[in-house]
């Protein structure tokens, strides 16, 4: 299977099963026998399809009498993927995406190959003289249309950011993120795990943030086949993450409650600045989730966590005033991890944000009670949407009043990129170069 038909079989996935690119992407360059140069480009042509899919299908909706949404699932995702070539892979000419289309098409959708054939020849035709949006006229509009936000998205963004800062915070939304590595400090050190990756020929940039974080140079995105991760070497996890447990900054022989812990990034990085030492009690809503905490436990060498079913909108009166710290890394919008997972941004609507800033805060207010007089309590989240940080804080700050906010921007930023004059953390792709990510760390008085 060529690497546009395998590419073409993801994205039909993802758009009628509603998988995750990530994981439908992962599955097929595994199963299949592709070189690292296909794998590349089935990637490339995967996300720059799922990232612009609004531009593409605003083009596709001007040339086709269809309409999208009548169309068969097979033809549009396969119109999409050649108008991706056609409008931004100088690389490949017009005319191969347009046969290789056309050829794909007699598998995927027989009976639409010459429709194909002449949507696809016509927008090259007229590919320059397409009309956009007026900028000036309709902002929102123009801007949902060139960077593929849905519009209730950027009006929300225009809502809370400036015009200039929203346009960056979108375009940095499609573009690639860097690789992240966190080193096993339990297993190994970051000058061994350079060397180490070197000899695999990749090429990594120390984090002058944090100590244990490497940073990936290229985007190499298979650091999951290589022995020195399979042995537990490294962890891969991005820089805004890694921040949330060293803000934690967890102690030997501690007692630390992780309440939406899977897949357990945040817990084996917590269990591995506690050097393994202590009790980290790892819980989340799903249990399928909580074996990879056990199985990335079992790689990292880390035998301290104990995994546990546990809704966090119940109270366990067990756990009353029982932890040194609780992590509340709660789930949420993720419209900070755009650049990861563009289908977000098809899948979300605006009304998802309230109903989860409802149970943002009844988990902040369960775990809130599991921590000791004088403990501390992180909240953090992978999304850029006020209602969802500052928010559920103040509103938490209004119910609890034997919490008080930590200033962490003053105590950790010499780990932060960039000024951070509040107390709390926002991180933004576009600012920072990291996932959009919020942290607040609070003291139970
Ligand atoms: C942001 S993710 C956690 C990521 C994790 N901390 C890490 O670093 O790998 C949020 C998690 O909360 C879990 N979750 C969702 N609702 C929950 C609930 N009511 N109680 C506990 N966990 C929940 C989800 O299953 C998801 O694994």
Known sequence: ????????????????????????????????????????FITELVYGTLENCIFIDYILQQFSTTKLNKMDTWTLNLLRLSIYQIFFLDKVPDFAAVNESVNLS???????????????????????????????????????????????????????FSEDF???LLKSNNETPKLCIRVN???????????????????VEKSPFISEAL???????????????????IHIQDFSSMLAAKILDPKENQFVIDVCSAPGGKTTHI????????????RDIHSHKLNLIEKNAKRLNIDI????????????????????????????????????????????????????????LKILINASKYVKTGGELLYSTCTIDPNENDKVIEKFLNLSSDYEVINISQQYGRMLPGNHKEKMIQLYPNIHGTDGFFICKLRKK
Request: glycine share 6%; with cysteine; hydrophobic share 35%.
């Open 271 to 282: 269990a591995q600045l506690m050097k393994n030492k202590g009790r980290v009690l790892a």
């Open 215 to 233: 940073m990936v140079e290229g985007g190499f995105s298979e650091l999951e086949v290589l022995d020195i991760y399979k042995k537990g070497l």
């Open 185 to 203: 400090i339990l297993k190994t050190n970051v000058e061994e795990v350079v060397q180490l990756l070197l000899e695999n020929e990749i090429k």
């Open 305 to 360: 966590i104990e995994v546990e079913k546990f809704n966090g909108k119940d109270l366990d009166h067990q756990l009353l005033n029982a932890a040194d710290k609780v992590l509340v890394d709660a789930p949420c919008s993720g419209l900070g991890i755009i650049r990861r997972k563009p289908e977000i941004k098809y899948r979300k609507e605006a009304d998802d944000i309230r109903v989860i800033t409802e149970m943002q």
């Open 106 to 160: 007699k598998k995927y959708c027989k009976r639409a190959s010459g429709f194909i054939n002449g949507v696809l020849r016509s927008i090259i035709r007229n590919k320059e003289s397409i009309k956009m949006p007026n900028k000036e006229k309709e902002l929102a509009k123009y801007l949902s249309i060139k960077y593929s936000h849905p519009k209730w998205m950027v009006e929300r963004f225009l809502k809370y």
């Open 166 to 168: 929203t346009e960056g």
């Open 1 to 40: 299977m060529n690497a546009r038909e395998s590419a073409l079989k993801v994205l039909h996935k993802i758009d009628v099963e509603k998988a995750y690119s990530n994981i439908a992407l992962n599955h097929e360059i595994k199963h299949g026998q592709y070189t690292k140069l296909d794998r590349n």
